[in-house]
């Protein structure tokens, strides 16, 4: 059986089709889907569309679908907080069964080929509980990269070492039982093998932040003798999809989080927690240590960022 792991479309339709249409021709037989459809770029209800027609294909929550069910359990009308605008607009823009659907998909899954547990998980503590390890938070890499670029092969070997180099973080994936673990959430692609386990991160399909802007999924093959694993990445037309960005509803709703998301869309880096920091640093400078920030320091945030500075 081969499956395309596909994982943080975050709302982009233009990446979700390429990736459909490169797995179709890679011999794809099945879709795993890791979480986090929307809550980005403006194109929520054609990725789930999309999803929602996929054959074969299991699908999970990301933390982007427990924010939508929080909103939905609060029963709060008025959206008012500048920081969770993303948030907000996938709430109200989605339709009422595509909300439904995201809603109510599972946290996690199991599935089993050829006496092989394929574990499903939207975050990385499926096997470790800790996201701190340096070369698995995107502003690091972005920090990393900046001083002294390296390749993904170079990547693939450092993370490797950085994540078993840790004794916690090793002892809890040597406690865990044989098979194939999934997970997403960083947008960084990366997978390893370890004894008899292997773990896939298949990055970001939709929002990749490790420096390639193509299009990340991952293949995974399972055959009786074997587990193969081919990293893929797809061109498509992200001018295009800039161009739809600027003229969107989005971009009038919240223009710095369009401003961000299309810094990203062009260039694959991390601005999201450049942003993120300014805005705290802001607040602490303005004598508000409240998160999330109030709208009075976003504007300042917002006024004074450098989109330059890490």
């Known amino acids: 059986m081969k499956y395309a792991i596909i994982s943080d479309i975050h709302g982009n339709i233009y990446a979700l089709r390429a990736a459909i249409q490169d797995s179709k021709s890679q011999g794809a037989d099945r879709y795993l889907l890791l979480g986090d459809y929307t809550n980005g770029f403006p194109w929520g209800n054609e990725v789930i569309e999309t999803i929602r027609h996929l054959k074969n294909a299991i699908v999970i929550q990301g933390n982007g679908e427990g924010y939508l069910l929080d909103l939905k359990n609060s029963g709060e009308t008025d959206f008012s907080c500048e920081q969770f605008k993303p948030v907000y607009w996938a709430y109200r823009s989605l339709s009422k069964e ?49 001083e002294k670029p390296f390749t993904h092969e170079e990547y693939l070997t450092y993370a ?134 109030s709208n009075n320091t976003w504007n300042v945030a917002v006024k004074t960022w450098d989109k330059n500075t890490i």
């Open 160 to 293: 490797k070492a950085s994540l078993l180099g840790c004794s916690d973080a090793k002892e809890e994936i040597e406690a865990l039982p044989n098979g194939i673990y999934l997970f997403g959430h960083n947008h960084m692609q990366f997978h390893m093998k370890h004894g008899k386990k292997l773990f896939i991160n298949p990055g970001s399909c939709g929002e990749p932040l490790d420096w390639d802007t193509n299009a990340a999924y991952t293949l995974l093959e399972v055959t009786q003798d074997n587990w193969n694993v081919t990293e893929r990445r797809v061109e498509y037309d992200i001018k295009a999809a800039a161009k739809e960005l600027d003229d969107s509803d989005f971009t009038l709703y919240s223009p710095m989080w369009s401003k961000v998301m299309r810094l990203e869309l062009l260039t694959g880096k991390d601005y999201f927690a450049s942003f993120v920091m300014h805005l705290i640093e802001t607040g602490h400078v303005l004598g508000c240590t409240d998160y999330p920030v």
């Open 98 to 146: 595509n909300l439904d659907y995201l809603i109510q998909l599972p946290t996690s899954e199991v599935v089993t080929d050829i006496d092989t547990n394929i574990y499903l998980n939207h975050s990385m503590s499926i096997f470790y509980r800790s996201l701190q390890i340096e070369l698995f938070h995107s502003r690091n890499f972005r920090m990393m990269m900046t």
